[in-house]
């Protein structure tokens, strides 16, 4: 009895210190992103430099995370290891962006912070391989409201230290954050969960061929794509841009933050308390880019602020529902016993919504207006939703077969 309660009680210090140093690395990250549009604007770089800017940050996770995924199930590399160069890469990041203003520097420190987001393949499994299977939508909601409360603060944060002290300054608090993030990991105890450390034998097996096979992998990424693409172009690409339009203080940024964000958060932290799994997810994933849809469709037309607001918090609950949902299943369509590898493709495909997100939303702007950029993504999301009716349908058919078969028998 007693050694329960000290496995529990060592289970949740683990928990703890983990999603501690979660809530480090998207903060460093994230301090500067809500006001980092305006800022480059600021820079008079221009909308299209401004996207290309913004999407370097999906460029080296498009080419990092798949490998690192492959390389870590392979050799079965420590993930205190990678997460920690991912701090470092952060810190390097972070210096870039405070002591220069040119565009090359500023580039390379938004494309250094795409490098530390590549760890979040490592994260991911490291943390949800402590849960057993039956609960990894609830470790994967943990993440991702732990990840969505710290971008909340920072992001909150963002307006107000930019409004009193400058953007600069921004960026030294980043400083701050991934020094800490990189101590928190050093101290974490140097084992990683059970299933993380046995052996898959990857070395003479066609492990690659087996995934790219999967179907349901690809469907996945897909829609992680086009929600990604759609987070990066608004709330933290151009919603800021078009805000300042409507009220040109910078801390009232805070407000559009809070409204996006803290539904964002509500949505995984609901799911968390779920006790049991989803029976037919696609069905919740349609309903929100539904919804996702209908508010996008507003948003280039709004002359309100306040509206402006409401309309992203509606925006950010039906997102918030969609990503921990498709990590999840992402980990569960695991196949081969690659989990990282797996996670590592399903992160590089969504990688390309980061990166081709706000670089045509930018030329979008630039060609016809700010407003269109919300029409294009509302062009994604139905898009989203068309293939999450065809995984449904594909879902609902193959659990009719099934039922069918055990009739017979």
Same mark, same amino acid.
């Given at each position: 009895? #007693? ?63 798949? $490998? ?54 490592? /994260? ?72 993380? +450390? ?7 097996? $066609? ?43 910078? &801390?009232?940024?805070?407000? /559009? ?5 803290? $539904? ?12 049991? +799994?989803? #029976? ?9 880019? *539904?919804?996702?849809? &209908? ?8 002359? &309100? ?20 949902? /498709? ?20 992160? &590089? ?47 609902? #058919? ?7 078969? *055990?009739?017979?028998?």
């Amino acid at each position: 009895m #007693k050694n329960d309660k000290n496995r529990k009680i060592n289970r949740n210090l683990f928990q703890a210190h983990f999603l501690s140093i979660v809530f480090c690395f998207w903060f460093s990250m994230f301090i500067y992103v809500q006001t980092f549009g305006v800022y480059l604007a600021f820079l008079d770089f221009g909308y299209y430099a401004t996207g290309i800017i913004m999407g370097s940050y999906g460029i080296m996770q498009i080419i990092l995370r798949f $490998p690192i995924g492959f390389l870590a199930d392979r050799y079965q590399i420590s993930g205190k290891f990678l997460v920690g160069i991912g701090f470092i890469a952060s810190l390097a990041s972070v210096l870039l962006l405070a002591l220069s203003t040119e565009f090359l520097p500023i580039f390379m420190g938004r494309f250094l912070a795409g490098f530390t987001a590549a760890m979040w393949v490592v /994260l991911t499994i490291w943390y949800s391989s402590s849960f057993s299977k039956q609960q990894s939508l609830k470790a994967m909601s943990q993440l991702q409201y732990t990840m969505v409360g710290s971008q909340l603060i920072s992001m909150v944060l963002s307006g107000l230290i930019a409004d009193f002290y400058g953007f600069t300054y921004l960026f030294w608090v980043g400083a701050v954050f991934a020094s800490l993030g990189f101590i928190l990991v050093l101290l974490l105890p140097n084992q990683e969960p059970k299933r993380a +450390q046995e052996s898959i034998q990857m070395k003479h097996a $066609p492990i690659f061929d087996r995934i790219i096979r999967i179907r349901k992998i690809w469907s996945l990424s897909i829609l992680s794509l086009i929600g990604h693409a759609v987070l990066f172009t608004t709330i933290f690409g151009f919603s800021s841009v078009y805000f300042t339009q409507l009220n040109e203080h910078q &801390s009232a940024i805070m407000f /559009l933050v809070v409204s996006f964000m803290l $539904p964002h958060g509500m949505a995984p932290l609901i799911l968390s308390i779920k006790k049991s +799994q989803l #029976k037919n997810s696609f069905k919740l994933l349609m309903l929100c880019f *539904v919804v996702g849809i &209908s508010t996008l469709l507003f948003l280039g037309s709004i002359d &309100s602020w306040v509206m402006y607001c409401i309309l992203h918090g509606i925006l950010g609950l039906s997102l918030g529902f969609v990503f921990p949902i /498709l990590l999840d299943e992402v980990y569960k369509a695991d196949e081969v016993g690659a989990s990282k590898t797996i996670m590592g493709l399903y992160q &590089s495909v969504y990688s390309i919504g980061i990166v081709a997100g706000p670089i045509v939303a930018g030329y979008f702007a630039l060609k016809v207006e700010i407003g269109a950029v919300f029409i294009l993504s509302a062009f994604l999301l139905l898009l989203g939703g068309i293939l999450s009716l065809v995984e449904s349908v594909k879902l609902s #058919k193959g659990k009719g077969e099934i039922g069918e078969k *055990v009739k017979s028998i």
